[in-house]
């Protein structure tokens, strides 16, 4: 195997006033330099940085084509790129710090002329090329995009990676989107995900054993940025990262090794990730009920009871036959399955299942303990597929919110006060809000500037995550790499979606 070299390229001041900054262009660049070396183990000395007015036309023309020549069988190029771009008379094109507004065709440069061809001449070196740029209208910019003029096209691309066995390029968003950065991380979203799947801080990055395949990288970029612009920020438009791969095949990225410490804030609470079940517990009052109506005698319980419940359901079960028949649609279509690939059962009270080999959901009713005035709506599902092998678009198959992730553990000899005690320091430490409920055990914390919720419940013994207008598997499932759940959790969260029967209850 031979060696790896990687150039990177940020601009985020331009020469001429007319083209806007690039906010953290720098950082993203300082950043990848750090996890090149720290977690990729790339040498300092391979690593080639052009920053702002090192970054000229004139060094895009002739360093960048000199330095892919000299690469030999089974080298590896990385080459990372935040700045504008845009799509042009054919080809794609990348400004250089001197690029001029008035001027672009002749001031900013061909991606097919200086890196594409070039690799092309070069089928034994594999490449990986991430590219932090978007394009628009000039004259229509949005607020905190990196854009310029109009969408890049794949094509270009397309023709390198079936040139290539092991090559991958990666799009900070689709054509016609912007990529925008983020004050609260101080980096291009997309480039903020990036780093933290190559640190190994992103569960949802890895393939089996751990490794970051081309495959994985694509479509945890693809879910995490769109939840953090969705989540996370003001932003109205859409930004969806996609990738163009290898044809050969999934290929290795990196493979991140298993942390020293896997508990660092309860060492001895184990958590059974192959258990995992996302929920969405709702409540709807009998007044609101399809079907309920004074005029017919009907009214609102004051007191639970079998028939109160059970004329509940009796109102709520066509809405339920409906939803259980529209997930059903849903999951073909997305699936891609048969209609033997989708088994819906309901059984006449409101309740209800869909099971297929990627996943069992399921419905219960009852009138609700807490206010008899409500009915309680409870929606589980439980994976049957490892994350990776699930289609971005798999959160649409769910009609309904699924906003818990409930993670079973179990304890090895550690108290309840133990617990208590190291969870509000770590609370505290992470400027998290600690809320106890000593009389049934439950703890609560909360973490504001994230919009995290973790809940554990001793008596029960599970682990609840939820975060404000996160919805889904996939997108619950991310809430784990966000380095407050990574910290308390510790372990990896690859076993979600372990195989089982369809016989599970």
């Not at 002749?106 to 740029?133: N, R």
């Not at 628009?136 to 607020?143: G, I, S």
């Not at 509000?424 to 409920?437: D, H, R, S």
Request: aromatic fraction near 8%; charge should be negative; charged fraction near 25%.
């Amino acid at each position: 195997m031979g060696a790896t070299y990687a150039v990177l390229i940020g601009i985020e001041q331009y020469q001429q006033q007319g083209i806007d900054p690039v906010q953290f262009a720098g950082a993203d660049v300082g950043a990848m330099k750090e996890v090149l070396i720290q977690n990729l183990g790339v040498p300092a000395e391979n690593i080639t940085v052009w920053l702002n007015s090192a970054a000229t036309q004139a060094v895009f023309k002739n360093d960048l084509p000199y330095q892919v020549r000299q690469l030999i069988p089974g080298d590896r190029l990385i080459l990372f790129y935040a700045g504008h771009g845009f799509f042009s008379n054919g080809t794609n094109r990348l400004t250089t710090w001197d690029s001029h507004p008035t001027n672009l065709l002749e001031t900013t440069v061909s991606l097919e002329e200086v890196l594409l061809a070039p690799l092309k001449k070069l089928p034994t070196v594999s490449s990986l090329v991430f590219i932090d740029a978007c394009a628009a209208d000039l004259k229509a910019r949005a607020v905190q995009a990196r854009d310029i003029i109009s969408d890049m096209t794949p094509a270009e691309f397309e023709e390198l990676i079936r040139s290539t066995d092991h090559s991958g390029i990666f799009f900070a968003c689709s054509p016609n989107e912007k990529a925008y950065h983020s004050k609260l991380l101080k980096h291009g979203v997309w480039t903020y995900h990036l780093l933290e799947a190559l640190r190994g801080n992103a569960e949802g990055a890895f393939d089996r054993d751990r490794w970051i395949t081309g495959e994985s990288l694509r479509n945890y970029l693809r879910v995490a940025v769109a939840d953090f612009i969705r989540s996370r920020t003001e932003i109205r438009g859409e930004q969806r990262p996609y990738a163009i791969l290898s044809s050969n095949g999934p290929f290795a990225i990196h493979r991140v090794p298993l942390p020293d410490d896997l508990q660092q804030v309860l060492p001895r609470v184990g958590l059974k990730f192959d258990s995992a079940r996302f929920r969405g517990v709702q409540s709807v009052p009998f007044k609101n009920l399809e079907g309920f109506t004074k005029k017919a005698g009907h009214f609102v319980p004051d007191y639970v009871s079998e028939k109160a419940s059970a004329f509940g359901k009796k109102l709520l079960d066509p809405e339920i036959v409906a939803e259980l028949e529209d997930m059903k649609d849903k999951a073909k279509d997305i699936l891609g399955l048969g209609r033997r690939g989708v088994d819906t059962a309901n059984d006449g009270e409101a309740g209800g299942s869909v099971d297929t080999d990627f996943f069992r959901f399921s419905i219960t009713t009852k009138q609700s303990s807490d206010d008899p005035s409500d009915m309680r709506v409870v929606r589980s599902l439980v994976l049957r597929k490892p994350l990776k092998d699930l289609p971005s678009d798999f959160d649409d198959i769910f009609v309904s919110k699924l906003d818990e992730l409930s993670i079973p553990v179990e304890f090895d000899g550690m108290d309840y006060e133990h617990i208590a005690d190291s969870l509000e320091a770590f609370a505290k430490e992470n400027n998290g809000k600690f809320q106890e409920v000593s009389s049934s055990c439950l703890i609560t914390l909360t973490f504001q500037d994230r919009r995290l919720s973790i809940v554990f419940d001793s008596e029960h013994k599970y682990l609840r995550f939820s975060a404000m207008g996160v919805s889904g598997p996939l997108r619950l499932s991310n809430l784990l790499t966000d380095e407050i759940a990574r910290t308390l959790v510790g372990g990896t969260v690859t076993m979600l979606g372990r195989p089982s029967p369809k016989s599970l209850t």
